[in-house]
């Protein structure tokens, strides 16, 4: 069973503060999904990476996909109040049949 | 204009009871799948159509039954209720099977009481 294991899962820092959510796995993908959850929505995609050592970024938010394809992190600088949500990596199994697997995700909360 | 449109946003209901949920796509995607968050915010797929035709099913206790009348819709019946089945169900869609990135429903959260 492939997984997807997210740290930390909780996460209270202060609005300025700067952190770092890791995804990782024993396994290779040919991709790597982020996803943010607010209260009472449904996941929204960030971003997608696709190459090793690949980094992108969308603001205060940056994205890499491991040399190898088997881990990603997440930093975000200057944490503001607006990026408080569940963040949730994803990646595609290997049965070709389009499920998407997702990580437990990390609960950030960001206080002013 | 709601891209994946799901309803009620709340259902609270006895358990033994039958409920359904709906889903609705306007994207024109080709896939589109059933969610299963628990309290933990776990998410675990249940079932994804690709045009009309199953193309995965988890396991599932056989009590939930997706229906594809067309690729913009899919819904989901749960018979017999059970306390365990409380959860937010989450529809998405996807334009290719197993590439890209999913569109979610804002969900809907089923209490079982």
């Known amino acids: 069973t492939q997984l997807l294991e997210q740290s930390p899962q909780f996460l209270s820092i202060q609005e300025g503060e700067n952190l770092t959510v890791y995804c990782n796995s024993s396994s290779v993908f040919s991709s790597l999904q982020w996803y943010r959850q607010e209260p009472g929505e449904g996941p929204v995609l960030l971003v997608t990476?696709?190459?090793?050592?690949e980094v992108k970024k969308l603001k205060r938010l940056t994205f890499q996909f491991g040399d190898a394809r088997k881990d990603s992190s997440l930093h975000i600088t200057a944490a503001q109040p607006g990026d408080t949500g569940l963040y949730l990596c994803a990646a595609y199994g290997s049965s070709n049949t389009g499920k998407l697997i997702f990580g437990q995700g990390t609960t950030l909360q960001v206080k002013p | 204009d709601t891209a994946v449109s799901q309803t009620p946003k709340y259902l609270v209901t006895q358990m033994g009871n039958d409920k359904s949920i709906k889903c609705e796509q306007n994207l024109g995607h080709d896939t589109m799948y059933w969610y299963k968050q628990d309290s933990k915010k776990f998410l675990k797929i249940m079932f994804s159509?690709?045009?009309?035709?199953?193309?995965i099913n988890e396991t599932v206790p056989n009590r939930f039954s997706p229906k594809s009348p067309d690729k913009a819709h899919l819904n989901l019946h749960i018979n017999s209720l059970e306390l365990g089945d409380s959860a937010v169900y989450f529809c998405?869609?996807?334009?290719?099977?197993?590439?890209?990135?999913?569109?979610f429903g804002s969900g809907t959260r089923l209490t079982v009481v």
């Open positions: 998405a869609s996807s334009q290719i099977q197993g590439t890209g990135g999913y569109t």
């Open positions: 159509y690709n045009n009309k035709e199953l193309i």
């Open positions: 990476v696709v190459t090793g050592g």
